[in-house]
């Protein structure tokens, strides 16, 4: 038969001290990040969505979420393409200053999109500036003018300066 009861420790021998719990270091050593640490739910949306659309292989975490509930992701050519529940938008840029903005369904439309951007002789508002060929064709279209047209035009406008002009009564 086993004994079951516990002999107690002789009193001459003690026990070992409980050591502290070291404290835990803070993460001084890691920059900060400007985007959470975790997987959003429309970050995976956009990234299985672009896979079946054959779009670019764009990994998850390259999609950054913003305050409109809307991830985008941009391309090394300043490209970005956003995700949305009603689907992609690419924003491509142009020669010309401006940003071209289109409804993408699949990589053909991508492709299609940046070729537009690429290839757009639209000034956007910004003054045009003239390829030399441009400027040989626009000449050709213009009407040269004679001495006379010339000499009178200087007339006219040598006469109207030497009139002084009356102010207005108030």
Request: glycine share 4%; net charge negative; with cysteine.
């Amino acid at each position: 038969m086993t004994s079951t009861k516990q002999h107690p420790a002789p009193k001459d021998t003690q026990l070992p001290a409980v050591r502290a719990v070291l404290p835990v270091r803070p993460h001084t050593d890691t920059p900060p990040t400007n985007y959470p640490e975790f997987i959003t739910k429309a970050q995976i949306t956009a990234a299985y969505a672009a896979r079946l659309a054959d779009l670019p292989l764009i990994p998850i975490t390259a999609w950054k979420p913003s305050a409109a509930g809307s991830v985008t992701a941009h391309f090394p050519t300043g490209a970005s393409l956003t995700h949305t529940p009603n689907g992609f938008t690419a924003i491509t840029p142009c020669p010309n200053g401006a940003r071209h903005i289109d409804h993408i369904t699949n990589g053909h439309d991508l492709d299609a999109a940046a070729a537009a951007a690429a290839h757009c002789t639209h000034p956007h508002g910004r003054p045009r500036t003239l390829t030399l060929h441009q400027a040989a064709t626009t000449t050709a279209d213009t009407q040269p003018l004679n001495r006379h047209d010339i000499d009178t035009g200087l007339a006219n406008r040598t006469a109207d300066e030497e009139e002084p002009k009356e102010h207005p009564a108030p």
